[in-house]
């Protein structure tokens, strides 16, 4: 598709409950990205995949956190085990390849974000 | 933790006056992007400027960036109602696309 699709739009859970959140990157982009954006305002880089591997998770929190991108599947972020710190919106991003000799990357598109709220 | 600072951090202007807003960053750069987020959507990308540019232009808006200062600033001008939303800065560094935002200006068009 031609946007970043993301479900659920908003998705309640109690307190050490699972979330899922799922992420359709738009046909053609290379790269997904998860951003978590608490109050509003701050933006948190969480981890970031080229096609299906692993780019970056230097963002994750190891223990509860994980995401796949599988091939012909949405992209998906689980959390473990939820904590009421763990309510937030979640954007997922994707971006063209991006070829580095040009030192010039892609801009991201975003989603809509799923938010998430912990009971 | 946020790499870097926008201010204002709110902003009140009538419509079809300029709106300037800064943002600060730390650490070397490869890109600076802007991107604009209205209430409860995901965040539409304005306009990219490259460590190597020091001005640009799409439309109503303009971009400068000096790397000797680590700042930026985004101008628009001629402001309409459809631009009140909130404005991010978000910088990338060379071999990784992850973006590093600012805080954010809250820009709000009155009529």
């Known amino acids: 598709g031609e946007e970043v699709a993301q479900t659920p739009k908003h998705l309640v859970r109690g307190e050490g409950q699972k979330a899922k959140l799922y992420c359709a990157p738009i046909k053609g982009h290379s790269y997904v990205f998860w951003y978590q954006q608490v109050l509003k305002n701050e933006f948190k880089f969480l981890i970031s995949?080229?096609?299906?591997?692993?780019?970056?998770e230097t963002g994750m929190p190891k223990e509860r956190f994980s995401a796949k991108c599988l091939p012909n599947s949405p992209c998906s972020l689980e959390i473990q085990a939820t904590k009421l710190e763990d309510s937030a919106v979640y954007f997922c991003a994707s971006s063209q390849f991006s070829d580095w000799s040009l030192t010039s990357n892609q801009p991201q598109h975003f989603g809509d974000g799923t938010r998430l709220s912990i009971l | 933790s946020q790499q870097g600072e926008e201010d204002p951090q709110a902003l009140s202007i009538q419509e079809g006056e300029n709106a300037t807003m800064n943002c600060s960053y730390k650490t070397s750069i490869n890109n600076l992007q802007w991107y604009r987020q209205n209430s409860g959507r995901g965040l539409v990308h304005l306009i990219l400027?490259?460590?190597?540019?020091r001005e640009k232009h799409s439309g109503r808006l303009r971009v400068t960036l000096d790397t000797s200062k680590k700042s930026s600033s985004l101008l628009i001008t001629a402001s309409r109602a459809a631009d009140t939303a909130s404005y991010f800065c978000a910088t990338d560094a060379f071999g990784n696309e992850k973006l590093t935002f600012g805080t954010g200006t809250r820009l709000t068009i009155i009529p």
């Open positions: 995949f080229q096609n299906e591997n692993v780019f970056d």
């Open positions: 400027i490259r460590s190597n540019e």
